[in-house]
Every structure is written in C-alpha cells, then in structure tokens.
C-alpha cells in the first residue's frame, strides 16, 4: 500500500506533529491514555542520520501512553495508531527534545523523524499488587490530578457486564470503601480511587478478591470467581481531607465515625465492611503522636477497640493470620497499659527499682512512648542517678519538641546535678580535712 499524505496530528493543528501511515493496522481500536503500549522503532536526524533504532537492538520498546515516559510527540502520535500500523511521525523540536535536545546524538531544537511500528498493547495495571487483577482502559480522561479521597463520597455511572452480557447498569452514590451496599464488586471501589473526575474507563476485574468471588449475588447469574468488565463514568465526588491535613480533634472523630460504622455493618454481618472500617481506625491513628493526654486516650481507647474487632472479624472471616495478627497487637497493648500502671503505682509507693523495671519493659513495646520515659527518666532522678535522668528527658524532646514538661525537667535535673556535686565537694573537703588532722602512727 503507497503510503498516506502527512497528517497534522497535534491538538492546535500547529504542523509540530506531521503523520505519514507507511502500513495500515487491523480493526478500530487504539491505545488509550495509561495502556502500555509495545513498539520497534527507528529514530532519524533532518540529515537522515539514525540516532537510535529498537530494530538494530533486536528489542521491542514498551512504555505506559500520556504518562509522560516520552517525548510528547511520540504520546500523542501513538495513540493514533491501530494494531500493526506502521506511520512516519516528523516531530518539530517543541513536541520532542526541546531547546536543550539530548546530547550527544540529538542536538538542540533538533526537529526529528520516526518511523513506529504498533506491535500491541495492555490496559494499565492499577491492582494493588501489580497482578493483573484490575486493569484499566481510559475511554474519557478526566481532570488531571481531580482524584477522590480514600472515604469520599462518589456519584458515579457504572455498567457491569460478563461475556457482552450486561448484569449491572446504575447511577449510583456511595462513600468509597462501601460499593458493596449498592451491589458493587470491591474491584471497583479499588478503582475509583485511581479516576480523575470526570473519567470513563473500562475496568477489566479478576481473581476472588476483586470480583464477587465464589458467592456472586444470585440476581447477577454469574458463574463463581467469573471475569467481568465494568464501565465506569466518575461525575463527581466529595473530597475528604487527607489524613496529614487532619488536625488531631479531626483524626479522632474520622476514626470514632469508622468504628460506629465499623460496629454497624458487623452487627449486620457485613464482616468485609467492618474489617475496612476497623482498618480506617488503625490508618489514622496508629502514627499519631501530637496529642494532648485526655485525647491519647482516647485514641488509645479507639485503637484497642479496633485490634478487638479486627481480629474478631478475620476470625469470622477465616483469615487467620490477620486474626492472630491483631490478638497480638491486643496483647501488646493491654501489657503496655499493664506496664505504665505498674510503673506509675511503684513510683507512688517510693520503689523506684520496681518503676524502672515497668517501664523498660513498656518501652520494649513502645520504645517512644513519652509516659514510660518520663517516669523513667523521675525514677532515677530520685535515684540520684541525675545523667541518666537528664538523657530520658532530652529523648522525650526528640520525640516530642513541643513537651514543655520535659524541657522544664531537665532545667530542674541541671540544678540537681549542680546541687549534688557543691555537695560532693563540701563532704570530700570535710572528709579530708580530717584525715589531715589524724596523727600518722608508725
């Protein structure tokens, strides 16, 4: 086939982008934005100098489309090509390698010729894991860097089909993380927090975790673990402050908001739910330091609540190893509170010993936490072990710069310190003046 007349395939027809079809590809489809897409190219100067070639290397070139991987002409030339097309692309400097070019072999403001080949492509991977079990089709991008929060509240249009045979079709609006309740597969609630606003793709959903698993709703008719495809329209979405935008006060009443629903869907048996809003909790306060005492405990109230229910709900679940793993973190806490109220009731009975004891075992637990080094830190005080105490208190300074407590500690431990040493000076001066009044018998 002769080859076609150039084509100017830049979005503003501004000629930066000349396309010449050398080859016609086979049926209509093409890339979509996120795919990633195998090509053999060769790479040529103005001079018809080759500057790079796929070919001599014996290597297709793979790279995921408009995700900035290349040069700009070759995102937006590619993703006009069909299976098994082969086009000339002339790409001017501003869509290439720019002013600056890419030393040595292209030189500044270099306009370029490839030829490509379109071998073939694969929906972009946006599983969790990288498997393969969510794959992604762009049909519409939407606003760039528009993306909902992990609990935001979506308004979406979702069609659900199994083998060309649609099973799903709604407008929907559910809080992210809770698809389930209208029917939805957790596959796509996945999804969702990759949309842009205004996105249509088609997801592409397998394996059990993702899908409806081996217990599909009876309404769906579809086969146990089956493949199924969903095209998904997001309109909108609310957007939820992201945790390192939360205050404190903020983050304890998001995760007092999770465990209510965490509580609500496991009386309802909705055990997937309540684990993910049990989960919710552990997200936003398991790295929480800067709060005040009467709200760690709150938080730490929250936080046993939900390792209880967590490891409850894997139970039921049949997920054992969770199960265990969040008895243990049970465990770890309650011996942690068991510590810190030994080491608190020995240090009000004056066995100082007892309260050091206490808290270095809380602090094999927990080895920043502030109340098992501040008593620590007042049990060798009142050891007299002033450098050691003045340590403990500067590693609370390190974990929390703002405790005023510790810092006005270690002004006190100073002036112990210099107490106990014009001490230590007066006792040896006494002691050897008197040795120096003993008559010497020989």
């Keep these: 086939m002769a080859a076609s ?46 500057f790079d070639s796929s070919r001599e290397r014996g290597t297709e070139f793979e790279f995921l489309l408009s995700r900035g991987q290349v040069i700009r002409g070759w995102d937006i030339g590619v993703a006009t090509m069909k299976k ?4 000339d692309f002339k790409i001017r400097s501003d869509y290439g390698y720019g002013e600056s070019g890419s030393m040595p072999k292209i ?48 308004d979406v249009h979702a069609v659900g089909s199994y083998e060309g045979r649609v099973f799903y079709d709604k407008e929907v609006t559910f809080v992210l993380g809770e698809g389930s309740e209208v029917g939805l597969p957790e596959g796509v609630d996945r999804a969702l927090r990759r949309f842009c606003r205004g996105e249509k793709s088609t997801i592409r959903l397998s394996g059990t975790k993702n899908t409806y698993g081996s217990n599909p709703p009876p309404e769906y008719n579809l086969p146990p673990n089956a493949t199924i495809e969903f095209t998904i329209f997001l309109k909108s979405f609310e957007k939820v402050p992201a945790l390192w935008e939360m205050t404190a006060e903020k983050k304890l009443e998001e995760a007092t908001l999770a465990k209510e629903r965490g509580t609500a869907f496991l009386k309802q048996n909705k055990l997937k739910l309540a684990y993910n809003k049990y989960k919710r909790i552990e997200d936003i306060l398991e790295f929480e330091k800067s709060m005040d005492p009467e709200q760690k405990k709150t938080r730490d109230d929250l936080m046993l609540a939900a390792y209880l229910n967590l490891s409850l709900t894997a ?21 942690l509170a068991a510590y810190l109220n030994l080491s608190l009731t020995a240090s009000k009975m004056g066995e100082m010993l007892d309260c050091i004891k206490y808290c270095d075992k809380a602090l094999e637990l927990s080895p920043s936490n502030v109340k098992a080094l501040y008593r620590k830190a007042g049990a060798r005080a009142a050891l007299s072990d002033f450098d050691e105490a003045k340590k403990m208190y500067e590693r609370i300074l390190e974990v929390d710069p703002e405790n005023k407590a510790a810092a006005q500690q270690i002004l006190v431990v100073r002036q112990m310190m210099k ?24």
């Design 419 to 442: 107490e106990q040493l014009e001490r230590d000076k007066k006792r040896y001066k006494n002691l050897f003046s008197k040795i120096s009044d003993v008559t010497e018998v020989f």
């Design 5 to 50: 007349e150039p084509i100017d395939i830049t979005p503003n027809k501004d000629g930066g982008i000349l396309k010449t079809i050398k080859k016609e590809g086979t049926g209509s489809a093409k890339p979509t934005p996120g795919t990633t897409v195998k090509v053999h190219y060769v790479g040529t100067l103005e001079n018809g100098e080759t």
């Design 84 to 87: 098994g097309e082969i086009a």
């Design 315 to 335: 139970s039921k679940m049949g997920e054992m190893l969770d199960c265990i793993k969040y008895c243990d973190k049970t465990r770890d806490d309650l011996m």
């Design 107 to 154: 030189p500044p403001n270099a306009t370029l010729n490839f030829e490509v080949e379109l071998i073939d492509w694969s929906a972009e991977d946006i599983s969790p894991n990288r498997d393969g079990t969510i794959l992604r089709s762009v049909i519409v991008e939407g606003e760039k860097l528009a993306n909902p929060s992990e609990t935001s509240p979506v």
